[in-house]
């Protein structure tokens, strides 16, 4: 009988952050893939700056990046007839316009993900006390209110392993046998339109060099398609877009019909050509209606479908099981409530469901289906910086401070950094003896407790708060403090004085805020302690 505390059913890249993240918590975890090893095709592409990040906080920032498109090899979106020929329109995403980017200290990152996969597995199985089971399937489960058991099987000798788990985090797809078994049930639209991907190799450096894009969008009156740049040169997807619509079935797509299509949206009709992948599929936005079952979470595309118009699959993926995994560590040591867990589905699936009408919203506006036959996208389309940073939790896991929230004319596009407890922690530069840090650089597989420039008495009260776990770390941020503010920005930024502070979770969401000083800070911390990890009913902040 194998036991493990974690379980973790898929090694896609939520999988395998799941495990590194645990790793880093102390949270022993067993992932089975049933896959012999890490993607075969560049299936996903576009990392955002919030999931760079969290892989920054993990310290593998420069290792993904390194894997992927380098910087100033994208840059653009374009509309054309054909690569060869007549340009309809180019953008700069907003995502990417200097605005943007100012609220974070990382960049976005084109990584496809068979080159994203192997990075993050060579740091989750060094990581440890995590480990990694390829060619193994998850066969079967069931659970009780202590324990998840079932069966393995390894798929190369047959042989078939028992196991128990305290949890299990169903990381496994669209697919998800998991989700399947729990009859979770499904909220949106499915099979809302139909795809092929081919993945092919030919040089096209002469028609890109001069208009480096991520995407390249080709609009004929039978052939409507995209070019998605993976290396930037030779290596391509090419999208064919509702191919229903056009009269075609998933057999039509062989080798040289491929060709074809790709040589006419290039536009030149000689060009070598050589076909390396065919993968016929269909979009749906759906999203499960429960992300927690008992001791089973669903995460990734196990928990919500979405279109990739926005390029958010990935990204939300990795976002939750950030959220999950601080939690189910501090449940495992003992420091939280069950109840603390309630709260990953509270936090992750309304954003789940808006992220998922809003990726549908974008493919629609692009003629997608029947609905519209529209060629450029609504405005919203890579300019969704309030759904990438705007996220704002309310649950158990947060306490109110009692400030409204920040308005904004558009939720999807527009992001106003706040530290109003349930927002993520706003991005401002900091120096730390001669180095340079952002407060995102600050947070990690930890409580962070930031307080003002006179707030010495928030650290020393962190200091003696005990054993935690996640543990605590405290800093004072300001000129006599323990980290610098040269450009003064920091009180402003968190909505503090002098001598208020913030309470920041692991996952980089603001738990709980101090604006000023309080009579009994200690008090204050472990009231606030108490509310966000479930030790006792909710109450007012101090």
């Known amino acids: 009988m194998l036991d493990v505390a974690v379980l973790i059913s898929g090694g896609g890249p939520v999988g395998l952050t799941a495990s590194l993240f645990l790793s880093r918590l102390g949270v022993p975890s067993l992932l089975v893939e049933r896959h012999p090893g890490t993607a075969l095709t560049p299936k996903a592409r576009g990392i955002n700056a919030r999931t760079m990040e969290v892989?920054?906080?993990?310290?593998?920032?420069?290792?993904?990046?390194?894997?992927?498109?380098?910087?100033?090899?994208?840059?653009?979106?374009?509309?054309?007839?054909?690569?060869?020929?007549?340009?309809?329109?180019?953008?700069?995403?907003?995502?990417?316009?200097?605005?943007?980017?100012?609220?974070?200290?990382v960049k976005n990152c084109l990584c496809a993900q068979d080159?994203?996969?192997?990075?993050?597995?060579?740091?989750?199985?060094?990581a440890g006390p995590g480990t990694l089971r390829f060619n193994t399937e998850l066969m079967s489960f069931n659970q009780t209110a202590a324990?998840?058991?079932?069966?393995?099987?390894?798929?190369?000798?047959?042989?078939e392993t028992d196991f128990t788990a305290r949890y299990l985090i169903a990381a496994e797809g669209a697919q998800s046998r998991v989700r399947r078994a729990l009859a979770v049930k499904m909220l949106g639209e499915e099979k809302v339109y139909d795809s092929v991907n081919i993945l092919f190799h030919a040089d096209l450096t002469r028609w890109?060099?001069?208009?480096?894009?991520?995407?390249?969008?080709?609009?004929?009156?039978?052939?409507?398609?995209?070019?998605l740049t993976i290396n930037g040169s030779d290596r391509w997807g090419f999208l064919i877009h509702s191919s229903s619509k056009f009269g075609w079935d998933k057999q039509d797509f062989t080798p040289e019909f491929c060709t074809r299509l790709i040589r006419k949206g290039i536009g030149v009709p000689d060009i070598p050509?050589?076909?390396?992948?065919?993968?016929?599929?269909e979009a749906s936005a759906i999203v499960a209606d429960r992300y927690r079952v008992g001791n089973v979470f669903l995460a990734g595309d196990a928990a919500h479908e979405m279109p990739p118009t926005g390029g958010f699959g990935l990204n939300t993926g990795v976002q939750d099981v950030?959220?999950?995994?601080?939690?189910?560590?501090?449940?495992?040591r003992g420091e939280a409530d069950e109840a603390l867990l309630d709260s990953y589905h509270d936090e992750r699936q309304p954003l789940g469901r808006l992220i998922t009408r809003n990726a549908l919203a974008n493919a629609i506006s692009m003629g997608r289906n029947e609905r519209q036959s529209g060629v450029l996208p609504r405005r919203e389309f890579l300019n969704e910086q309030g759904l990438i940073f705007g996220a704002s939790y309310a649950s158990m896991a947060?306490?109110?401070d009692g400030t409204p929230p920040q308005a904004v004319d558009d939720p999807v596009t527009e992001y106003l950094p706040s530290a109003r407890p349930g927002c993520r922690a706003p991005h401002v530069w900091l120096k730390r003896s001669n180095e340079r840090i952002s407060t995102i650089d600050l947070i990690g597989s930890h409580f962070l407790l930031l307080a003002g420039s006179d707030g010495d008495v928030w650290r020393r009260a962190a200091a003696a708060h005990g054993n935690l776990w996640p543990p605590l770390v405290a800093f004072t941020i300001g000129a006599?403090?323990?980290?610098?503010?040269?450009?003064?920005?920091?009180?402003?930024?968190?909505?503090?004085?002098?001598?208020?502070?913030v309470l920041i979770r692991p996952d980089g969401h603001v738990a709980w805020r101090s604006r000023s000083g309080a009579s009994n800070p200690g008090t204050a911390l472990r009231v606030a302690f108490e509310h966000l990890l479930g030790r006792v009913p909710a109450t007012a902040s101090s």
Do not use: C
């Open 322 to 332: 950030h959220n999950l995994t601080w939690k189910i560590a501090a449940v495992l």
């Open 208 to 227: 890109v060099a001069h208009r480096p894009a991520a995407l390249y969008f080709i609009e004929q009156e039978d052939l409507r398609a995209t070019f």
């Open 115 to 126: 080159d994203l996969e192997p990075v993050i597995r060579r740091f989750a199985e060094v």
């Open 273 to 281: 050509v050589s076909v390396l992948g065919v993968s016929p599929w």
């Open 398 to 400: 947060v306490v109110p």
């Open 480 to 501: 006599e403090g323990d980290i610098s503010d040269p450009d003064g920005g920091f009180h402003a930024a968190y909505g503090i004085d002098s001598d208020g502070a």
């Open 147 to 159: 324990a998840v058991t079932g069966t393995l099987a390894d798929r190369v000798t047959g042989a």
């Open 55 to 105: 892989f920054r906080q993990y310290g593998i920032d420069a290792a993904v990046r390194a894997a992927g498109l380098a910087e100033g090899r994208l840059g653009l979106i374009v509309w054309a007839e054909t690569l060869a020929g007549r340009e309809i329109e180019r953008r700069v995403p907003g995502r990417a316009t200097e605005k943007s980017m100012a609220v974070t200290p």
